[in-house]
Structure formats: C-alpha cells, structure tokens
C-alpha cells in the first residue's frame, strides 16, 4: 500500500509538520511519497532529502531576534525577507542548489500559483530548492519567481493541503495535515509575548531593540485587544481567511483518508521561533489518530 503524506501551507505553524512526520516514523510509517505547499513543501523536501533531523535541531534553537533577522527592516519591492539569508538556509537544512527531485529518497511534489493565469503549477521533476522557493513565495514576503516564461507565487492560493497531487503521484492512502483549521480569528486574539534575552547594552543591544520592535510588529503581538488591527495583522488575519476557505473547499472535492489537524490557531504568520510548540502539537495530532491510522492500514 503507497502512502502519500500531503502537508498544507500555514507559515511558521508548519513547523508542525516536523512533529507529524516524527511521530509517523515512530509507529513505522515511512510515506513513500511527500507532497508539500508552501512551509510544507520546504518541511517534506528537508525530509525526503535527508536533512530532517538537521533542520529540526536549528528550528528548535531559533529565537525570535533570529527570526526577524530573515527580514528586512526596509520595505522594497522584492518583499520583506533577505533572500540572500534565506537561499544560505536552504543551502544548510535543505539541499544544495543542484539537487534535483528525481535523486531524492521519496517520490516529492510541491505546488506553485502561477501569478498571470491564477493557474496551479506542480513540480515533481527539476531542481528542488526551485520547487521550494516557488511553492513558499507569499506575495509581500517573497519575490515571485521565474520558471519557464513564468511568474510563480506561493501554492497555499490554490491548493493549501496537496492531496490532489498525493493521489496524482499514485499514493493509494494518503495522510493530510492541514495547519488552518483553526485560524478564522487568531489576529483577533494576540498571543502572550516570547521572553528572549537580549544584550545589554553597546551596538548589538539597540538593534536587538530594534529587531524586536519590528517582529512584534510584524506578529501583532503586545497590543491590546480592542486596539485597531495594524497592516500585517489585517494581511495575516485575510491570509487566514483565504486559505481557511479554500482548503475546505479542495479537501470537500478530494478528501484524504486521514486529516490531521493540529491546534495551531495560536501561532502567528511569522512566529517561526515558536517551533517547540507547533512540533508538539504535530506529534500529539498523530497520537490522537494512531487507531484510525493503524486500522486503515492493516485494512
């Protein structure tokens, strides 16, 4: 029986997918084929390359003056993250840029909006670190990328949880993760700020001021509840809602025979230093289904 692992877009709460993945493992459930959108394309690619364990030990070390150092303090018209920062990180957790999808040790998809046409774009051939910058650029954070006389953005604006291209690969059963399930509202409920340390004093200690004012900014975090939404919570909070909408949609065409569905409505669109808890919240989703998972299985 193939089982196919299709993991869903929902930014830093796809961390969750790490948990999933490793929880699965522990059971004796190796997919043999992972499809991805957005954080769930670069999450499957870092597993079916290998690079897993690699990652999850840096994402569990990541604090939130290192998240905001993915971006940049000044808008531009390329978006919010440093590229340059981001392409070395995948270098490290990922693959190298000339690893291609055709040499990894899974069957891999990942899923891209092509920006003219609004058409859904797979990549199951090809560069890898291509299909993930592809499937990962959220318009405003990422530039769109070129492929093939194309322009491409981020796959969660038409397939958030990839069952399709699952079943298209040939999975027989598939397990889908879907990061949104609980979303609808979150930038209306601020989570509590994360404590870091912070130095005290000299250069290093005003641009960690610096840095942290620009992530609560971009988290929303610290304000009060009747206080006014700022720019990126009314863009985190209508990402929310679009990829809400549209994931019930696809999964009520295309339904996979399992759903995980981790309680992720706390983490914020950009608090990727919050992996601890997404990771968990992965394992325990897997933990609560294992009957079901293991019934369907042996069936």
């Given amino acids: 029986m193939k089982i196919g692992l299709?993991?869903?877009?929902?930014?830093?709460?796809?961390?969750?997918?790490?948990?999933?993945?490793?929880?699965?493992?522990?059971?004796?459930?190796?997919?043999?084929?992972?499809?991805?959108?957005?954080?769930?394309?670069?999450?499957?690619?870092?597993?079916?390359?290998?690079?897993l364990d690699r990652l999850e030990q840096w994402v569990?070390?990541?604090?939130?003056?290192?998240?905001?150092?993915?971006f940049e303090l000044n808008l531009s018209?390329?978006?919010?993250?440093n590229t340059e920062r981001f392409h070395h990180f995948l270098n490290t957790y990922i693959s190298d840029d000339d690893t291609h999808i055709e040499s990894l040790q899974c069957a891999y998809g990942a899923v891209a909006t092509e920006l003219e046409t609004g058409r859904e774009v797979w990549f199951t051939e090809?560069?890898?670190?291509?299909?993930?910058?592809?499937?990962?650029?959220?318009?405003?954070?990422?530039?769109?990328?070129?492929?093939?006389?194309?322009?491409?953005?981020?796959?969660?604006?038409?397939?958030?949880?990839?069952v399709s291209l699952c079943r298209a690969m040939g999975a027989e059963v598939v397990i889908a993760v879907n990061l949104n399930g609980d979303i609808i509202g979150r930038h209306l409920h601020k989570p509590k700020p994360v404590e870091t340390q912070k130095p005290r004093n000299g250069v290093m200690g005003r641009l960690t001021e610096l840095v942290d004012e620009y992530t609560t900014r971009l988290t929303g975090a610290d304000e009060p509840e009747d206080h006014s939404p700022s720019m990126f919570d009314a863009i985190a909070g209508s990402i929310n809602i679009i990829q809400d909408r549209i994931t019930r949609s696809r999964m009520a065409g295309d339904p996979p025979d399992i759903l995980l569905s981790p309680p992720l409505a706390d983490i914020g669109l950009l608090e990727f230093y919050r992996a601890e808890e997404a990771i968990r919240e992965g394992e325990r989703a897997v933990e609560e289904m294992l009957p079901t998972i293991h019934r369907l299985l042996q069936r």
């Fill in 6 to 51: 299709a993991l869903g877009s929902g930014s830093a709460r796809g961390w969750s997918h790490i948990g999933v993945i490793n929880a699965l493992a522990r059971e004796g459930i190796k997919p043999e084929i992972i499809c991805g959108t957005s954080i769930g394309a670069l999450v499957g690619a870092s597993c079916a390359s290998g690079s």
């Fill in 60 to 70: 569990r070390s990541l604090s939130r003056f290192e998240t905001a150092r993915f």
């Fill in 77 to 81: 018209r390329q978006g919010f993250v």
């Fill in 126 to 162: 090809g560069s890898l670190l291509q299909a993930v910058w592809a499937s990962i650029s959220l318009p405003g954070l990422f530039p769109a990328i070129r492929h093939d006389h194309h322009w491409l953005v981020d796959g969660g604006l038409v397939n958030p949880v990839p």
